[in-house]
T-cell receptor, first 111, second 117 residues
Framework: KNQVEQSPQSLIILEGKNCTLQ??????????LRWYKQDTGRGPVSLTI?????NTKSNGRYTATLDADTKQSSLHITASQLSDSASYIC??????????FGAGTTVTVRA | EAGVAQSPRYKIIEKRQSVAFWCNPI?????LYWYQQILGQGPKLLIQ????????DSQLPKDRFSAERLKGVDSTLKIQPAKLEDSAVYLC???????????????FGPGTRLTVL
């Protein structure tokens, strides 16, 4: 059973618009949560890492939030650009040594 | 700094054939990971090396998959014989310490896309 669920599976937005991606997890215990960006044909690249004590973390136009009580995280993309077209993967660590990957959300930004 | 290198980038084989992938991690990174990413899914860890020792290979199908990391640097992943369901992207990643802790970021290579016909 996949312990990290992401939604939506895919979305299309117009350049300049904002969007929010969701990540729900059942991984327990919880150590940290990461968001990765994976461009087509490339390996994933880390965007943010949050521990249970952090509610929000930003990386440029990317802002991740975490609610450890409800086991939910979101990734908000502000003023989207064509280069934001990619798959965004949520990764949860139950401890310091394991990672559980979500299936990803594919974002397509159109001019 | 140079990133994680993988080759080949693409490979097409017929079922029951064998195939090998190569990975050169970032210089100085102690830990190396091989992942299998099936289309539409997140990466699945196949094997994790710490230097040249295996830390975790619990999800490696050992009847057909093998991996080695000689001298604690480069690594090869082999599939023999390949099955249709092995069609996927095989990602190699490395991290400096590889403890999986918050401070250990994994750096991924571009992957090898395998198609089994």
């Amino acid at each position: 059973k996949n312990q990290v669920e992401q939604s939506p599976q895919s979305l299309i937005i117009l350049e300049g618009k904002n969007c929010t991606l969701q990540c729900n997890y059942t991984v327990s215990p919880f150590s940290n949560l990461r968001w990765y960006k994976q461009d087509t044909g490339r390996g994933p690249v880390s965007l943010t890492i949050m521990t249970f004590s952090e509610n929000t973390k930003s990386n440029g136009r990317y802002t991740a939030t975490l609610d450890a009580d409800t086991k939910q995280s979101s990734l908000h993309i502000t003023a989207s650009q064509l280069s934001d077209s990619a798959s965004y993967i949520c990764v949860v660590s139950p401890n310091d040594y394991k990672l559980s990957f979500g299936a990803g959300t594919t974002v397509t930004v159109r001019a | 700094e140079a990133g994680v290198a993988q080759s080949p980038r693409y490979k097409i084989i017929e079922k029951r054939q064998s195939v090998a992938f190569w990975c050169n991690p970032i210089s100085g990174h102690a830990t190396l990971y091989w992942y299998q990413q099936i289309l539409g899914q997140g990466p699945k860890l196949l094997i994790q090396f710490q230097n040249n020792g295996v830390v975790d290979d619990s999800q490696l199908p050992k009847d057909r998959f093998s991996a080695e990391r000689l001298k604690g640097v480069d690594s090869t992943l082999k599939i023999q014989p390949a099955k249709l369901e092995d069609s996927a992207v095989y990602l190699c990643a490395s991290s400096f310490r590889g403890t999986g802790r918050v401070t250990d970021t994994q750096y991924f290579g571009p992957g090898t896309r395998l198609t089994v016909l």
